[in-house]
Structures are given as C-alpha cells and as structure tokens.
C-alpha cells in the first residue's frame, strides 16, 4: 500500500444549480465517501470552509485511488500526490550515501 495527500475539488459546471439536484449528487458523493472510510483505505477526509474542495488522506494501491476517482467522475477532480514516511526517506538517504 502507499500512503498519499489528494486533494480534490468539485469540477465547476457539472452540479446543477437546482438546490434538489444538487443535494442529490452531494448525497451520492458522501456515499462513496464514507464507503472509502469504512473501508480504512481513506484514513482522513476533509472539506475546505468555501465548500469547493478538501482533502484526502489513503493509504491504498494506485489503481484502489483510480478506482474512486473514476467513481467521482464527472464531479471531483482530484490531484493525487504520493507520500514517504520519515524512516522510508531516511532508507533512501542511507542506500544513496553507501
């Protein structure tokens, strides 16, 4: 598994401005959400204060994180960036200096 910060925001344009629909989709959204966090895959979620977007803290393989963003198409886009603990970055230190 590989730890990773996503941070995503809801893609401009694809909710409607319908207040009905657009609760709709949030509610599909939160569900697929909370499926990840049940699954402890998704370790942390967050939304920012403006509401068009937060974070995302996993630990999970690349295509598990494919997966959920296909899953959120068309109305999250996320950008996923890869992580290393402190000892992982130390590891690589100690290999580059033998």
Not at 4 to 26: C, F, H, N, Q, Y
């Amino acid at each position: 598994m590989a730890k990773a910060l996503i941070l995503w925001e809801i893609a401009s344009g694809t909710v409607s401005i319908d207040p009905k629909e657009r609760m709709a989709v949030w509610g599909q959204l939160a569900e697929v959400t909370k499926k990840a966090l049940d699954s402890g895959k998704v370790k942390e979620w967050g939304i920012f204060a403006g509401g068009s977007g937060g974070y995302s803290i996993v630990d999970e393989t690349s295509a598990d994180t494919l997966t959920r963003a296909l899953m959120l198409a068309p109305y999250v886009k996320i950008a996923v960036h890869p992580v290393l603990s402190l000892p992982e970055v130390m590891k690589i230190m100690q290999s580059l200096a033998k």
